[in-house]
């Protein structure tokens, strides 16, 4: 029996020890899983990182391009407004010159009357004889507006 039972004991070691081998084993394969688990959970999280930094860019990049735009458009406004003020300017400046024209006409004009009428006075001064200056012609209604309507 004792035989029988250093058999047992055996066994029953021999067994403890293949559970432990199968244990280890189990172990190590769980180990290698989860390290692989780790492994494609860390890549998944480069991933993730990278492609929210590819969306951050894009993100930013379209930002500055709208904010260029933006000052693109100003800038376009501000100078439309520029031109639009320079013309208007050069169109008071013409106003200003033709009105001013005008004048200078129409003041050259009066002093060419006024030189016209001081020569026909001095012409027919020199023409009239000198006692008959003072002649004053009648005015034609004059005899008119004298009569008693009858």
Known sequence: MEDELLLIQKRLDELAAQ???ERIAMHRETAKKLAAARE????????ERETQRAINAKYEQEKRD??????AKLQKEH???LAIERENDHKQKQLAYEAQRQVDLAK????????EEQEKKRLAD??????KADFVPEHPLK???QRAPE
């Open 126 to 131: 020199a023409l009239l004889p000198k006692g």
């Open 19 to 21: 559970r432990e081998k």
């Open 143 to 145: 005899r008119f507006l």
């Open 40 to 47: 494609a959970e860390e890549a998944r999280i480069v991933v």
């Open 108 to 115: 050259t004009e009066q002093e060419r009357e006024y030189l």
């Open 79 to 81: 100078e439309e407004r």
């Open 66 to 71: 709208r904010e260029e735009a933006q000052r």
